[in-house]
């Protein structure tokens, strides 16, 4: 069949929906198995969140940890899933994923992945996992996508694998008896009904939604999602009858900067460095001017826990010159600003601000003034005693005492969205009553963070089981193909 024939063919054993981190390898699987599969992406280029994540990925077994002496093992990699989430992960699932891991990152190795030489190591941006084994690229997300773009060219190729971008998924489509026949698609100004057994729903989170995210998690968002996140598959879903899981359990990450051009983002790059990278010589106080953690708390799950108990979520980073003065190289305050960038920031970018009495500092970022002159006064008593009665903080090298004084203000923000579409183990989509929507699947950030990660963050799971299932479910969906093809 020539490629004009196949853009014009609409009956598929697989309709894959998002060509990002698991749709990718979802539709690569399964045409690789043998099944005739569409893979339909709403942007004009593949990718998704790839353009973006950091794409850190966890996996235990691996070949690149083998050829470092690195002992590793499914067990443990599961144990530390389940330290770090408190066992609120869905324990089916990450058994799944564990388990899958380490075939993930090999195939990757075995394509020419780029990874980054210190690679695998302990992360410290979440809750450490016990042994070294995160993995990412040189380019981050870019690296995977150059694999997972290659691969997919291989499989148009050689497979019955058609892509079509620019073309949004409207609708999942059902049968008269109800069970899922396909899916309908806006594709050249006009909606073209796809009919295919099979419907796979990889579309990513809805971090770039606030209507969708006010709803499903019930927090302000500041968001530094992908612009990819926009929620389809939830709105897909949850017509076709899906229920959802993850409810409850979001988390923020901890503070970034607000975006200087778009209000409700925020950069994510532009964060506090972590207590393990500096300890931090400025305090962190909330719009009453009250400190509400201990700055130097070495546990990122804690402050981020902290964080979401002030008021909008939002702190300020506030202290003199001094304090900034000592902050540059390995020990800047903020990733990537030395002291003269931040002087050179204050009162020209939305958030950071610089004034010579505290009142007046108070005043232009929005803190109460009294508030924050009797906190920087109470703290700097507890740094002349060396002891932080209020939250225990031991770091105290240095009173906040002489103009001119900086405050940034910083936001909880939201990469990735927690709840999802409820699926079972062969990730297909259930309904609200736990029931199989036969045909319907489901994977990625689509099934909520919260499946993988439970209320906590986990390094590497949501990039590594967006692959692996995405990968998994191919290969399935691709043998049940061939089985109803030659029966
Ligand atoms: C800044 C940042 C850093 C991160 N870092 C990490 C990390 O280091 N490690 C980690 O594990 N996780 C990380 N994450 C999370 C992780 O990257 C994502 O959860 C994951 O990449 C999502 O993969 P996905 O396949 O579900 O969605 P995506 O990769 O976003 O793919 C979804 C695709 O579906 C398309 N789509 C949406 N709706 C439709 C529709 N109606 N019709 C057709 N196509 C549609 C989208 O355009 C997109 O291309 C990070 C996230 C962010 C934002």
Not at 148 to 164: G, N, Q, Y
Not at 185 to 211: H, L, M, R, W, Y
Not at 267 to 277: A, F, G, H, I, P
Not at 374 to 401: K, W
């Amino acid at each position: 069949m020539n490629s004009q024939e196949r853009q014009e063919e609409t009956a598929y054993d697989v309709a894959v929906i998002g060509a990002g981190t698991a749709g990718i390898p979802a539709a690569i699987a399964a045409a690789q198995g043998g099944a005739r599969v569409l893979l339909v992406e709403k942007d004009s280029l593949i990718g998704g969140t790839l353009h973006v994540t950091g794409g850190h990925m966890a996996a235990a077994g691996t070949r690149r940890q083998s050829s470092r002496g690195i002992e590793d093992s499914v067990e443990q990699h599961l144990a530390d899933i389940r330290r770090i989430s408190q066992g609120t992960a869905r324990d089916d699932l990450i058994q799944i994923q564990v388990a899958n891991a380490a075939d993930t990152v090999d195939w990757l190795d075995e394509r020419g992945f780029a990874f980054a030489p210190e690679t695998p190591r302990i992360v410290y941006g979440h809750e450490p996992y016990t042994v070294a084994r995160t993995y990412y690229g040189k380019d981050e997300g870019q690296s995977i996508l150059e694999v997972l773009r290659a691969e997919l060219e291989k499989a148009r190729e050689s497979h019955d694998l058609t892509l079509w971008t620019s073309t949004p998924a409207l609708e999942i489509r059902k049968d008269d008896t109800g069970r899922v026949c396909g899916v309908s698609v806006f594709k050249n100004g006009q909606e073209v009904d796809v009919d295919a057994p099979s419907v796979v729903i990889a579309t990513g989170g809805f971090g770039a939604d606030s209507e969708l995210f006010e709803e499903l998690e019930g927090a302000p968002l500041v968001s530094a999602s992908g612009r990819a996140a926009t929620g389809d598959g939830i709105h897909l879903g949850r017509a076709a009858g899906a229920g959802l899981q993850g409810q409850g359990t979001y988390l923020p990450t901890f503070g970034g900067l607000p975006d200087p051009k778009t209000p409700g983002r925020a950069n994510w790059s532009d964060r506090q460095r972590l207590t393990s990278e500096r300890p931090p010589l400025e305090i962190y106080v909330n719009t009453d001017g009250k400190r509400w953690v201990a700055e130097d708390e070495p546990s990122i799950d804690e402050k981020e826990r902290a964080l979401t108990t002030i008021p909008q979520r939002t702190f300020w980073t506030v202290f003199d010159d001094a304090m900034l003065e000592a902050s540059t190289g390995a020990l800047e305050m903020v990733v990537g600003c030395e002291p003269d960038q931040v002087r050179a920031m204050a009162n020209n970018r939305v958030g950071v601000h610089r004034a010579d009495d505290l009142s007046e500092l108070a005043a232009l970022a929005g803190i109460d003034p009294e508030g924050l002159v009797s906190t920087v006064a109470r703290y700097n008593d507890q740094v002349a005693r060396g002891v932080d009665e209020d939250f225990g903080r031991t770091h105290l090298p240095m009173p906040i005492e002489k103009g001119p004084y900086y405050a940034i203000r910083n936001h909880a923000i939201t990469l990735v969205t927690f709840t999802g579409l409820d699926i079972d183990t062969d990730f297909t989509v259930r309904s609200a009553a736990g029931e199989r929507i036969e045909g319907l699947y489901a994977v990625g950030e689509v099934i909520g963070a919260g499946a993988t990660c439970g209320n906590s963050f986990c390094s590497g799971m949501l990039v590594t089981p967006a692959l692996t299932f995405g990968r998994l479910l191919g290969e399935r969906l691709s043998a049940g193909a061939t089985a109803s093809r030659s029966s």
